[in-house]
RNA sequence: GCCAACGUAGCUCAGCUGGUAGAGCAGCUGAUUCGUAAUCAGCAGGUCCCCGGUUCGAGUCCGGGCGUUGGCUCCA
């Protein structure tokens, strides 16, 4: 071991000290300040804790309270110090552990008697003010197994000692105390607790032990930390902003849909909320008719035997809603679909294909309804009715490798038009319990695996996540928020083609099985609208508006004129309609401001006269007067292109 | 399904420790004919989610159910 080792900073400068110096003695000869401010160091790439000593050359970029990072091991050490304060207000409490979710918040999870109720969280909130007042040092010691054990069953740490067995061999097993209070943990944490600026607990809830419903349920308390007051409101108006975009929030708003308590989790569309949804399906309609697709209509209820054939009733059954007429009750023998595969392999299976007929890609707009627990359904993202872009391809297994590139183009186109920026994507590979084959899933596996390099986009594999029918590729989009969502899926499947025996004649006039492609882009249209909706906050384009066009007549002596120019409107194939009402024009403009319509047509006598209207873009100072003429070519251009731009 | 909170007019919400309900907006009627984000006045509107219990008396307290929200779990 080198006696000096090289420390390279993040403005390029080398500078030496002795083996073994800590990350906290690097920030102290750097700096005072820098030292004071440092909770966390960066160590080529890895976030360790200040005390760490350094044994080697390393590159080190020292992590202060204001760095992203360093809110994490601020809410770090929140989470222990809420522990502590648990645990001083009620000593004997066992804890289990802290986490951090991706959203700034951090939880803990305790074993108590009782749910927490709003009163303990203000209390334990004090308490842990105090403790971060105290200014207690966070003391880092390593320590061997039988140690930890002691240790915490001295402490009455019954559920510690369990995550202590599932610590694998031969890991580091370190504790993190201040003041009394002790907890395992692998840190990195903050020097003092005074580090900590501003806390604020947020919420109480059930949580199961290892989040398996078989085993006790724990108490959790969720809580967020920043390094000061400031960040901390930062961080509640980015939760007022969620809470303002918010699509339930905004279909009630923009008279979009609805729910009713007769149909749970079932979104009722308006008519101003259907014709949004009817825009999305009409243009999945159009590149339809680009990429090769054939739509089909199918039944909504099937016999039983179906579902039993598909696999369906034996693998999915819970989810399913059963569907009896009076005189066959004492069985269920028919059931409402909660997806289209079988349908199509119906369709498929009724007539003798040739190889020279595929891929035959068959599209499905059909509603479909699954039973969905109710403690997980919401507003429009989880449902129980809703109906997908669905369409199956029916392939070669030569011809997977052109399918799949082909629903690259397509899926980035789309996500292209909404601007969704930042996609990620997951491609799942051989579970455990797998049907078919090895030697055709790792070919499948490899496909798909090559067509996303081929396309020079990154990719995560989720080893052993695909189906149990075959592999598939997820798209994750990213909102306006930075929130996640999944929204397209591309899945191979081996096992339908093979239940429903479907057959192709080959080239060689040899009968073979054709590869089934499960495909979806927007995926569920109900989830992809509210998606859209908080995306879009609510401001659709043009050509999704529901409304696009409101003429707004200033006196009713300019009713005649206002209804020609509506009339024009309507004759290009706009959606426009007339604010009648008798009201001022400011009114009127607010309400349609409002309602988000993005053109709004004042005109009033200077207009009627000149052939003009006065345009208002949505959330813009009035344009001026401009002939009518020039207005609708530039709304209906708009809309026809689809451009997000006014 | 599990834990918690919530459920009052079409919407947003008020209603203290039990004494049978209130505001703003929206709606309707009338007046006003108005130039770029709310004109004025009047009227009407509620099985206080449902069922049961305690009580002389329940929107308010208790139990059960339904729904919603936030979590957990689930998500072929």
Request: hydrophobic share 40%.
């Amino acid at each position: 071991m080198a006696s000096t080792i090289h420390v390279t900073l993040p403005d390029g400068s080398i500078r030496e000290f002795p083996a073994g110096i800590t990350v906290l003695a690097v920030a102290e000869q750097v700096g005072q300040r820098l030292a004071h401010e440092t909770v966390a160091g960066k160590v080529n790439g890895r976030l360790v804790d200040l005390r760490t000593p350094l044994e080697d050359d390393v590159e080190l970029r020292i992590v202060t309270t204001r760095d992203p990072e360093g809110g994490e091991v601020i809410r770090h050490s929140a989470e222990h110090v809420m522990a502590d304060a648990v645990k001083r207000l009620w000593p004997g409490t066992p804890i289990d552990a802290g986490r951090q979710d991706h959203s700034e918040k951090f939880q803990y999870d305790f074993r108590f008697a009782r749910p927490f109720q709003p009163e303990d969280l203000e209390r334990i909130e004090d308490e842990m003010r105090r403790i971060v007042k105290e200014d207690l040092p966070f003391e880092r010691t390593e320590v061997s197994r039988r140690d930890a054990a002691k240790i915490m069953s001295e402490r009455g740490e019954a559920i510690k000692l369990i995550r202590l067995e599932d610590i694998p061999e031969g890991d580091t097993i370190s504790l993190y105390r201040h003041g009394e209070f002790v907890d395992l943990c692998r840190g990195p944490h903050v020097q003092r607790t005074s580090q900590i600026g501003a806390v604020k607990l947020l919420e109480a809830s059930g949580a199961y032990f290892k989040g398996d419903e078989r085993n006790e349920m724990l108490q959790r308390i969720y809580g967020t930390a920043f390094a000061s007051k400031k960040e901390l409101d930062a961080y509640f108006a980015r939760l007022e902003e969620i809470r303002r975009r918010d699509h339930r929030r905004l279909g009630k708003e923009l008279d979009l849909f609805s729910f009713h308590p007769e149909a749970p989790a079932s979104p009722f569309f308006h008519p101003r909320g259907a014709i949004v949804y009817n825009a999305l399906i009409e243009h999945m309609r159009e590149r339809y008719l680009h990429y090769g697709y054939q739509e089909v209509i199918t039944p909504q209820i099937f016999d039983v035997e179906l579902w039993k054939r598909s696999g369906h009733y034996d693998n999915y059954r819970e989810n399913m809603f059963f569907a009896d007429a009076f005189d066959d009750v004492q069985e269920r023998s028919s059931s409402i679909k909660p997806m289209n595969c079988p349908s199509h392999c119906l369709l498929y299976s009724g007539a003798a294909h040739s190889y020279r007929d595929l891929p035959l890609r068959l599209a499905d707009f059909g509603r479909l309804h699954r039973y969905e627990r109710s403690g997980v359904v919401t507003g429009l993202t989880r449902v129980r009715s809703f109906a997908q872009d669905d369409a199956h391809i029916f392939c070669t297994p030569e011809q997977i490798g052109s399918e799949i590139r082909s629903l690259f183009d397509f899926i980035f186109e789309t996500y292209d038009l909404f601007a969704f920026a930042e996609i990620e994507i997951y491609l799942s590979t051989r579970p455990e319990k797998a049907m078919g084959e090895v030697a055709v899933w790792e070919h499948a596996e490899s496909v798909l695996a090559a067509s996303l390099e081929e396309r020079g986009v990154a990719f995560t594999v989720n080893a052993g996540d695909g189906a149990f029918y075959g592999p598939k590729i997820d798209f994750v989009v990213h909102d306006a928020l930075g929130r996640e969502w999944q929204l397209a899926t591309i899945q191979l499947d081996f096992m339908l083609p093979e239940r429903f025996e479907l057959t192709y004649i080959d080239s060689e006039n040899a009968e073979r099985r054709p590869v089934m492609i499960h495909r979806a882009i927007f995926g569920s249209l109900e989830r992809f609208y509210g998606v859209m909706l908080e995306h879009f906050a609510g401001d659709l384009p043009p050509w999704l508006a529901p409304e696009q066009v409101r003429v707004l007549p200033i006196t009713d002596a300019v009713t005649d004129y206002a209804e020609s120019v509506c009339s024009l409107m309507k004759e290009r194939r706009l959606r426009a309609e007339v604010d009648h009402r008798n009201e001022k024009l400011g009114y009127k403009i607010r309400e349609g401001e409002a309602m988000k319509v993005p053109y709004l047509l004042v005109v009033g006598e200077r207009e009627a006269q000149e052939g003009t209207v006065s345009l208002r873009l949505r959330h813009r100072r009035d344009e001026g007067a401009q002939p009518l003429g020039t207005v609708v070519d530039r709304i209906s251009n708009a809309v026809r292109t689809r451009s997000r731009e006014l």
